[in-house]
T-cell receptor
Framework: AQSVAQPEDQVNVAEGNPLTVKCTYSVSGNPYLFWYVQYPNRGLQFLLKYITGDNLVKGSYGFEAEFNKSQTSFHLKKPSALVSDSALYFCAVRDITPSGAGSYQLTFGKGTKLSVIP | KAGVTQTPRYLIKTRGQQVTLSCSPISGHRSVSWYQQTPGQGLQFLFEYFSETQRNKGNFPGRFSGRQFSNSRSEMNVSTLELGDSALYLC??????????????FGPGTRLTVT
């Protein structure tokens, strides 16, 4: 079964500093990886995805993520944090093989709360 | 394009009652998935529908059910509500049912409180 781990429940970073939100995954084959962000009382917003190719993926709002196959990691990064980046961040993985009737299920991590301090 | 819409946004029900939640996907999206979000369990997959067929189901009791209509709109139903069903229920749509790695787009959710 596929799984995702986000080892930090909370990450605090000063505004203007670089930020990293960690994610590791476990799948039976090659993964499709996603990052989503959730603001209070809102649904999840898609940030970026890794399918294949370049290990560094660029996404929305200046975020990027680095895929590392040997370490089975997909850490989210941003060079300079903004207060408005404060939110809950979810990493998700989708296996390339179907889990049922041709469907491909997304498995989410528990989420990491990012607080950017002014 | 309008995003995923969910109605109602907030709902308060009593134990033992049943509830129906509605989701309208982004125009052209034929796959709809439902997730339950709670502080303790995080995001858990409920089920996915594509072309009016349930393609996948998560590990939830039979009290949780859903359906999809020909216009891709989806409903989920929870019967005999329990206190533990209190959660944010999120609907997500995507272009196809997973053959290609299209990202899912989420609605704002329905906050269900069971008293």
């Amino acid at each position: 079964a596929q799984s995702v781990a986000q080892p930090e429940d909370q990450v605090n970073v000063a505004e203007g500093n670089p930020l990293t939100v960690k994610c590791t995954y476990s799948v039976s084959g090659n993964p499709y990886l996603f990052w989503y962000v959730q603001y209070p009382n809102r649904g999840l917003q898609f940030l970026l995805k890794y399918i294949t190719g370049d290990n560094l993926v660029k996404g929305s709002y200046g975020f990027e993520a680095e895929f590392n196959k040997s370490q089975t990691s997909f850490h989210l990064k941003k060079p300079s944090a903004l207060v408005s980046d404060s939110a809950l961040y979810f990493c998700a993985v989708r296996d390339i093989t179907p889990s049922g009737a041709g469907s491909y299920q997304l498995t989410f991590g528990k989420g990491t709360k990012l607080s950017v301090i002014p | 394009k309008a995003g995923v819409t969910q109605t109602p946004r907030y709902l308060i029900k009593t134990r033992g009652q049943q509830v129906t939640l509605s989701c309208s996907p982004i125009s052209g999206h034929r796959s709809v998935s439902w997730y339950q979000q709670t502080p303790g369990q995080g995001l858990q997959f409920l089920f996915e529908y594509f072309s009016e067929t349930q393609r996948n189901k998560g590990n939830f009791p039979g009290r949780f059910s859903g359906r999809q209509f020909s216009n891709s709109r989806s409903e989920m139903n929870v019967s005999t509500l329990e206190l533990g069903d209190s959660a944010l229920y999120l609907c997500a749509s995507s272009l196809v049912s997973g053959r290609d790695p299209y990202e899912q787009y989420f609605g704002p959710g329905t906050r269900l409180t069971v008293t």
